[in-house]
């Protein structure tokens, strides 16, 4: 493989791999994005599993780790680019924060257990676990003092949506949670997501469990949003931002 050939097909590789992963937002790949160093790697990379001795037993794993790689930077190349990644999850004014289309993984509800009567339940979990839910949403730890003073369970008032609601008090603080479970249904056109309200500002990015939660406030309230399958999860409370982190944190554990 010439030098040429071998720049064009480097080259090609972080192309397609970022139009895999982000659609057609990236057009082309500006020059600047990606280091000498990490150009040099990837042509490395690629030169190793086209060489005959390894064509058949490492080429794929090569190309596999090159774009490995390639995805651990696509932030830089994508601020590179200047796109905001984070749009891709949600959108949001100064006012509202909503999640972007295609953050969910509707359901059917025939994989579900959605009793006939509305149960009683003693916490948030149960009445997950109740109607066959088993996706990480719910947090084990709250700040201390914060106990459980209502919990709603709706599955009539949208046909589409079901909603666990709950409301935890500690004197004047509350904090809310409410997970919408969205139902697969014919001839659904788009995503019906909630606006959640937020203070001015660009909301702010906190990994955990393998899921990017979006930090912002309401009011001086903390507030996560979030979506993890076919649930948009939504806390808003009088906690601090560390506190919110350690809930979020609670969910995966």
Not at 103 to 114: K, N
Not at 128 to 140: C, D, E, F, H, M
Request: aromatic share 8%; glycine share 6%; with cysteine.
């Amino acid at each position: 493989m010439t030098d040429q050939a071998l720049d064009d097909l480097a080259r090609r590789v972080m192309l397609d791999t970022a139009r895999l992963e982000y659609g057609n937002l990236l057009e082309e790949l500006p020059e600047h994005e990606f280091s000498p160093e990490f150009e040099r790697k990837m042509k490395n990379l690629i030169r190793q599993a086209d060489h005959p001795a390894r064509h058949r037993l490492l080429r794929t794993g090569q190309l596999v780790a090159a774009l490995v790689a390639l995805l651990l930077l696509l932030t830089v190349a994508t601020a590179a680019a200047g796109y905001d990644i984070w749009r891709m999850l949600a959108e949001w004014t100064a006012e509202q924060i909503t999640l972007a289309p295609g953050q969910i993984e509707y359901i059917d509800p025939d994989d579900l257990h959605i009793p006939e009567e509305p149960g009683e339940y003693t916490d948030l979990q149960e009445a997950l676990t109740a109607y066959g839910l088993n996706r990480s949403v719910v947090p084990k730890w709250l700040p201390e003092g914060f106990v459980l003073e209502e919990l709603i369970v709706d599955n009539e008032s949208n046909p589409n949506l079901i909603v666990f609601a709950s409301l935890y008090c500690r004197g004047q603080d509350t904090i809310s949670s409410q997970i919408s479970i969205h139902l697969e249904y014919d001839k659904r056109t788009h995503d019906n997501f909630g606006d959640i309200c937020k203070d001015e500002g660009d909301p702010v990015p906190y990994e955990a469990g393998g899921i990017t939660h979006l930090l912002t406030t309401n009011a001086g309230r903390s507030v996560a949003l979030w979506a993890n399958g076919p649930a948009e999860c939504f806390i808003n409370g009088a906690v601090t931002t560390e506190e919110l982190k350690q809930m979020i944190d609670s969910i995966y554990e």
